[in-house]
T-cell receptor, first 112, second 113 residues
Framework: DQQVKQNSPSLSVQEGRISILNCDYT??????FLWYKKYPAEGPTFLIS?????DKNEDGRFTVFLNKSAKHLSLHIVPSQPGDSAVYFC???????????FGTGTSLTVIP | DGGITQSPKYLFRKEGQNVTLSCEQN?????MYWYRQDPGQGLRLIYY???????QKGDIAEGYSVSREKKESFPLTVTSAQKNPTAFYLC????????????FGEGSRLTVL
């Protein structure tokens, strides 16, 4: 049973425009959320995180929004750059839990 | 330079053979994890360890074994009992159980011939 879902396998965006990647979760106990970026044949690298006490966290071009009532989070990348082309995973963990749960990933292509 | 080192990066195995993937970290992290990635799927947890000499099964532990004799090391053995072992394997660590971020190694790609 997939507790973290990324329903869009792929997304294409023009350079300079906004990229919005979405993630839904089912477990109301999740209280910490992360986004990772992954290039082929490499390990994921951490991008940005948010705890459930916030609804927004910003780091440069990257902003994560959390809507707890909808159990939904999104990653905004503005402006998008060709180097942002990668697979993006969202992940979640629960207070007192033992592991991180990952979505299936969204492949972002930024077109120059 | 702190980080996680996985080896080998590429590995080929004949059916029926056990193989061991190495994972070493010098980040002084307590928790370590093994994930498996298959095309079109997310990262699925195989095993995790929160402290030395202790580890727990993840969602897909069947056919795998691990050990945690040292804080820095968390090797994964893919046994012949694993029905579909061809995959990309990722080792990760975190400062504690589930606080903070996961740091990942570069991954190991295992292909069964």
């Amino acid at each position: 049973d997939q507790q973290v879902k990324q329903n869009s396998p792929s997304l294409s965006v023009q350079e300079g425009r906004i990229s919005i990647l979405n993630c839904d979760y089912t477990n109301s106990m999740f209280d910490y959320f992360l986004w990772y970026k992954k290039y082929p044949a490499e390990g994921p690298t951490f991008l940005i995180s948010i705890s459930s006490i916030k609804d927004k966290n910003e780091d440069g071009r990257f902003t994560v929004f959390l809507n707890k009532s909808a159990k939904h989070l999104s990653l905004h990348i503005v402006p998008s750059q060709p180097g942002d082309s990668a697979v993006y995973f969202c992940a979640a963990s629960a207070v007192g839990g033992n592991q991180f749960y990952f979505g299936t990933g969204t492949s972002l292509t930024v077109i120059p | 330079d702190g980080g996680i080192t996985q080896s080998p990066k590429y590995l080929f195995r004949k059916e029926g053979q056990n193989v061991t993937l190495s994972c070493e970290q010098n980040l002084n992290h307590d928790a370590m994890y093994w994930y498996r990635q298959d095309p079109g799927q997310g990262l699925r947890l195989i095993y995790y360890s929160q402290i030395v000499n202790d580890f727990q099964k993840g969602d897909i532990a069947e056919g795998y074994s691990v050990s945690r004799e040292k804080k820095e090391s968390f090797p994964l053995t893919v046994t012949s009992a694993q029905k579909n072992p061809t995959a990309f394997y990722l080792c990760a660590s975190s400062i504690s159980r589930v606080t903070g971020e996961l740091f990942f190694g570069e991954g190991s790609r295992l292909t069964v011939l």
